[in-house]
């Protein structure tokens, strides 16, 4: 009978196993269901779900106008908003040419004034480059210039090329980032600020202006392989924003940096949110396999080549081959389709349990329709599908196929009805007209 449903071991309405839902069921494989990490911690929420943005360094080959490239940057921002991407995390760096963006909040305030809803993020501000009272004004100011669309995110500074250029010796960058950021927090919350170090000298430091975002505005600090972003969002209860997710070194530290924060975070009496954990990895898709490495290999050489030339250790263990192929192979990148770049979502859940965000890095390996296509695709099909949001479509599809002879027997039977009363209708006016002829 249409609406009894079918009823399984346990007395509940059964239902069939429709597209969405592997993904509950390796969800709850995972403990995600039953309120516990991967690691088998209780978690103090439930499961965040996953929201969609970039990581913006950007990546421009040293032959690209640099000013059509910034305005394309612009330009992609705007089509983000477009499709529904929650995120977008613009970096900062000062030296070796591809990655032009110098001021993430200038590009920030640029975007803010072309975007809807979007959220916009620094990613990160190299904190050691800057006095922590000027960087805090900039970061309140534009939570009122976006009306609480900015976010915070801090780091040591990723180029040694940009901290030689500025006196600074590489080993004081992380010690600097905590002086910094535990002022600058201090301040968001109103403190006034007396203090003096070897590189910055405040009296009485105070922000003239609140916050829009009450108490203020989100904050992350960037990790990578070494435990300092662990630590430093353990301690002062941040988002962790982890920037080298897919890479070797980084895909095999993630759960480790994330255990450091929680027992950071433990020892002052705090959990950590898996809401505020954000995944960064590059990928490429299209409606194919073959169009995806296709349109890749546009421009991912020169992105190959930038950081063979900065940081040759990134990739030196790579085997020999053509290496997007291998890097595919070895599931540091993706280029394939929108299957491909779940199955890579999937397997960073295997490794870190849950995650608020995913965030592809933005390398302009193809050509801009091609890459505003990728976007396009991933929102379609790959946000969708672990947002659940089709989850009732195709149980619904499933049950009205399920029923289709039932519901066809019923809609033909009452089309004959129809004809039937139709047809009476007619003859009881054909015999009236008669009896008025007589």
Not at 114 to 120: A, E, N, P, V, Y
Not at 135 to 159: E, S, W
Not at 182 to 193: A, C, H, K
Not at 257 to 284: C, F, K, S, Y
């Amino acid at each position: 009978m249409i609406g009894a449903g079918r009823q399984a071991d346990n007395g509940t309405a059964a239902r069939p196993v429709v597209a969405g839902d592997e993904r509950m069921q390796n969800a709850s494989a995972r403990g995600g269901d039953l309120g516990v990490t991967n690691e088998g911690r209780a978690k103090p929420m439930a499961d965040p779900v996953l929201r969609s943005g970039i990581f913006l360094a950007p990546f421009h080959p040293t032959e690209d106008d640099p000013t059509l490239a910034i305005r394309r940057d612009l330009e992609l921002v705007e089509w983000l908003d477009r499709l529904g991407y929650e995120e977008a995390w613009i970096g900062e760096h000062h030296s070796a040419g591809f990655e032009i963006i110098s001021s993430p909040e200038l590009f920030i305030a640029a975007a803010a004034e072309r975007t809807k809803r979007i959220k916009l993020g620094t990613g990160v501000v190299s904190l050691p480059y800057h006095n922590p009272l000027m960087t805090a004004n900039r970061i309140i100011q534009l939570d009122h210039m976006t009306m609480g669309r900015v976010m915070f995110g801090a780091g040591p500074g990723l180029l040694t090329s940009d901290a030689m250029m500025l006196g600074i010796e590489p080993m004081k960058q992380r010690d600097r980032m905590s002086e910094a950021l535990d002022v600058i927090l201090r301040l968001f919350r109103g403190e006034t600020v007396t203090e003096t170090t070897e590189w910055y000298t405040l009296k009485d430091a105070k922000l003239h202006l609140l916050p829009y975002t009450r108490p203020h505005p989100e904050v992350c600090v960037a990790s990578t392989v070494t435990p300092s972003g662990g630590r430093a969002a353990g301690k002062h209860d941040l988002g962790m924003l982890c920037v080298a997710a897919t890479q070797p070194d980084g895909f095999d530290t993630l759960s480790v940096n994330w255990r450091v924060a929680q027992e950071i975070a433990a020892e002052h009496g705090r959990t950590m949110d898996p809401a505020r954990l954000r995944l960064v990895g590059p990928m490429h898709i299209a409606e194919t396999r073959e169009e995806a490495l296709r349109n890749a290999r546009f421009g991912f050489y020169k992105w190959f080549d930038y950081f063979q030339r900065i940081n040759p250790a990134r990739f030196a263990s790579l085997p020999k081959g053509d290496p997007l192929d291998v890097l595919v192979g070895a599931g540091a990148v993706v280029c394939g389709t929108p299957e491909d770049a779940i199955k890579q979502i999937d397997r960073l859940y295997g490794k870190q349990g849950q995650f608020g965000a995913f965030l592809q890095l933005a390398h302009n390996w193809a050509a801009w329709e091609a890459t505003k296509k990728s976007y396009e695709l991933y929102a379609r099909y790959v946000v969708p599908h672990f947002r659940k949001a089709n989850l009732h479509r195709a149980q619904s599809l499933e049950w009205t196929t399920a029923h289709n002879q039932e519901l066809m027997a019923l809609s033909q039977a009452a089309a004959q009805a129809m004809f039937a009363k139709h047809q009476a209708e007619r003859a009881e006016k054909e015999k009236a007209k008669g009896k008025a002829a007589e």
